[in-house]
């Protein structure tokens, strides 16, 4: 992930260091020598930690709390020094244009960086470890009645080797939420894992204690197909039939491109599961409908939902798609999601032409970090009109 912006993590770290020592001499022009490189050690800390971790092989080290520990810092010390530099840049401009006495950019910067670390801090403890349990009643016109009232927990992004040991008490009571719903169906939507199935070790218990009356179904995410590390193609597919395998083993109904029926009395539902849409590009709308009758009310896993407008709802044969994969952008100010930026459907219910999509922002993350964007879980209600 470093390796990635390595140049400008660098220039990020590096600028502001130099603009505080270009600032502090036009202060004080008597600061000693010891004084300025005491000032430039952490900034030397964060460029050796920087270069350790783009040297990495993987997208993120196997041990989480590496990467954990490197954007704390980052955010709590280059963020806030980068947010100073700047609007006292800006302040040192302002003042030389308006003849201004104050360079009003450093307050502004004060009220910022404060800002910053507060999200930092609740982002990372409180804002992480909040659930929310999202009841969502939908109603069709073509649901057969036997399954008016029909209840499916959606939840998706579990990134369970995010959850250490003490953070496994989070998924615990995530699973208990689930189980305590009652529900018809539980469906899980992909990214199980972040890099490497042994993650499931610790948690396959917990997971397997899922329970529902017409069971798990669940898809793989972009995670779970193992491309995140940096080995060769037959280890990473090796991986990810283990992904397979270890999901089938906690009692999961594990959709590969396939379909399964459920029936209530002489009527019947489908609920059909895709491969992810790309990186990598597994989904066969084709295969997962083969011998689905056109009138059937069908459920679509999909990790990824830009595959709803792409053909799943052009194709006029799904009634009710379940997403994840955008983690609703973790981050949210003001109600502002910047994800909605890259993505059309970026969270929560689409409705158009009787048809629905729901993206959830998932239990878990890579990184994890919330900032007014909960976890959740949706229970889901069918209703007939």
Request: charged share 20%; proline share 4%.
């Amino acid at each position: 992930m470093i390796a990635r912006i390595f140049l400008l993590v660098v220039l990020a770290i590096v600028l502001p260091e130099l603009y505080v020592e270009w600032y502090m001499r036009n202060r004080r022009r008597d600061q000693s020598w010891w004084r300025r490189v005491l000032n430039w050690i952490p900034t030397l800390i964060m460029l050796v930690y920087t270069t350790v971790l783009a040297m990495n092989r993987n997208f993120v080290p196997d041990d989480m709390r590496i990467i954990n520990v490197y954007l704390l810092l980052t955010g709590l010390y280059v963020v806030p020094k980068a947010l100073f530099a700047l609007c006292s840049l800006g302040g040192v401009a302002w003042r030389r244009l308006t003849h201004c006495r104050y360079n009003w950019g450093n307050l502004v910067a004060f009220f910022l960086i404060l800002f910053c670390w507060y999200c930092i801090i609740y982002g990372s403890t409180l804002g992480f470890r909040k659930l929310e349990v999202r009841h969502i009643d939908l109603y069709f016109d073509d649901l057969p009645e036997s399954f008016e009232g029909y209840k499916i927990v959606h939840f998706t992004d579990a990134h369970v080797g995010s959850f250490s040991t003490s953070g496994r008490k989070i998924l615990q009571k995530t699973l208990d939420s689930i189980n305590a719903q009652k529900p018809d169906l539980i469906a899980f939507t992909g990214d199980l894992q972040n890099l490497k199935p042994r993650e499931l070790i610790p948690v396959r218990k917990q997971l397997a204690g899922l329970k529902a009356k017409d069971g798990v179904v669940s898809v793989l995410g972009n995670h779970d197909y193992c491309e995140y590390i940096d080995e060769d193609p037959m280890i990473e597919a090796a991986y990810c039939r283990e992904m397979i395998t270890r999901q089938r083993q906690l009692g999961w109904q594990l959709l590969l491109n396939e379909h399964k029926v459920v029936y209530r009395g002489g009527d019947s539902i489908i609920v059909a599961g895709e491969e992810n849409l790309e990186k990598p590009a597994r989904a066969d709308f084709a295969k997962a409908m083969k011998k689905v009758n056109k009138g059937a009310f069908v459920v679509m896993l999909q990790h990824n939902p830009e595959a709803w407008d792409k053909y799943i709802k052009p194709s006029g044969r799904v009634q009710l798609t379940l997403s994840g994969h955008t983690h609703g952008g973790q981050v949210a100010f003001f109600g502002f999601r910047p994800i909605s930026l890259k993505y059309k459907q970026d969270y929560g219910l689409y409705e158009e032409d009787n048809k629905a999509l729901y993206v959830s922002s998932g239990i878990g993350a890579l990184i994890p970090f919330r900032f007014g964007i909960s976890g959740e879980i949706a229970v889901i209600t069918l209703h007939t009109k």
